[in-house]
C-alpha cells in the first residue's frame, strides 16, 4: 500500500537530485545543445511523494526536452537511442564519485540506487528520471525503450497533458489541493492492487490532476 513520505524525510534526498540534474542540465545545454529543464514529478510539489509501506522510497523527475539542435531528428528510434545513452552516460558521469551505482535504462526511465554502506544488497533510495518532450498538440510525451524481439525508441503520449500545470495551479489557488494529494495516492494503490505497471507516476499525477479538475469544473458550475 502506498503512504506518503513526510517532507523532512524527503529533504536532503531532494537537495542531492536537484543538485545533480541542474548539473546534468548544464551539461545537455552547454555541451549538447538540448535546452532542457527538470522537475519533480507535478513540478515540484509539495507533499506528493509516495513509497510502498515498508519499502524504500524514490524521487520521480521529468527532464524536458524543450528543443533539439538543428542536427537532431526527434522521430528517429537509433537518435533516440542516443539521446537516452548520453543522458545515461552523463548522468554516470556526475554519479561517480557518489555512493550511487550507475543508472540503469529501463523501459521508460533511467534509475539510479544508493545502497547502505553495511549492507550493499539493501537499497536506501532511488530516483527515476523520465525523458519527455511535446508534441504538436502540446501533450507530453514519454521516451520509451521497447525490449525484446523488437528493439526501438519512442515517444509515449500522456493522454491530457496539455494543461496539467495550469490546472495544477487553480487547483492550489482555490484549496483543491488537498483532493489532488489524495487522488494520486488512491489511483497508485488501485494501479498497485490490479498489479498494473503500466501506469507510471507521471501519467498517474496528469490523471488525477483532472480527474480533480472535472470535479472542480462540476462544483464551480
Known amino acids: 500500500m502506498y503512504i506518503f513520505v513526510n517532507a ?6 531532494k537537495s542531492f537530485c536537484s543538485d545533480t540534474l541542474n548539473r546534468l542540465k548544464n551539461v545537455m545545454q552547454n555541451q549538447y545543445g538540448f535546452d532542457c529543464d527538470f522537475y519533480l514529478i507535478g513540478s515540484g510539489a509539495k507533499n506528493l511523494v509516495t513509497k510502498n509501506e515498508n519499502e524504500p522510497f524514490d524521487l ?6 524543450k528543443s ?3 542536427d537532431f531528428n526527434p522521430n528517429n528510434s537509433e537518435k533516440l537511442k542516443q539521446l537516452k545513452d548520453l543522458i545515461r552516460k552523463e548522468l554516470n558521469e556526475i554519479l561517480k564519485d557518489t555512493y550511487f551505482k550507475d543508472s540503469q535504462d529501463s523501459t521508460s526511465v533511467l534509475t539510479a540506487g544508493l545502497f547502505f554502506k553495511n549492507d550493499p544488497s539493501k537499497k536506501e533510495f532511488s530516483f527515476d528520471v523520465a525523458i519527455l518532450a511535446k508534441n504538436s498538440k502540446g501533450n507530453y510525451c ?3 525503450h521497447e525490449k525484446g524481439l523488437v528493439d526501438r525508441f519512442y515517444w509515449n503520449e500522456v493522454p491530457s497533458s496539455l494543461d496539467v500545470s495550469e490546472k495544477t495551479e487553480e487547483l492550489k489557488e482555490y484549496g483543491w489541493w488537498q483532493d489532488v494529494r489524495d487522488r494520486y495516492c488512491d489511483l497508485k494503490n488501485l494501479y498497485l492492487k490490479r498489479q498494473d ?5 507521471f501519467v498517474v499525477y496528469v490523471e488525477a490532476v483532472n480527474q480533480v479538475y472535472k470535479e472542480f469544473e462540476d462544483y464551480d458550475e
Not at 8 to 13: A, G, N, S
Not at 60 to 65: A, G, L, Q, T
Open 8 to 13: 523532512k524525510t524527503v529533504k536532503p534526498y
Open 60 to 65: 520521480d523527475y521529468n527532464f524536458e526536452i
Open 68 to 70: 533539439f539542435p538543428n
Open 197 to 201: 505497471y503500466n501506469h507510471p507516476s
Open 142 to 144: 514519454r521516451l520509451i
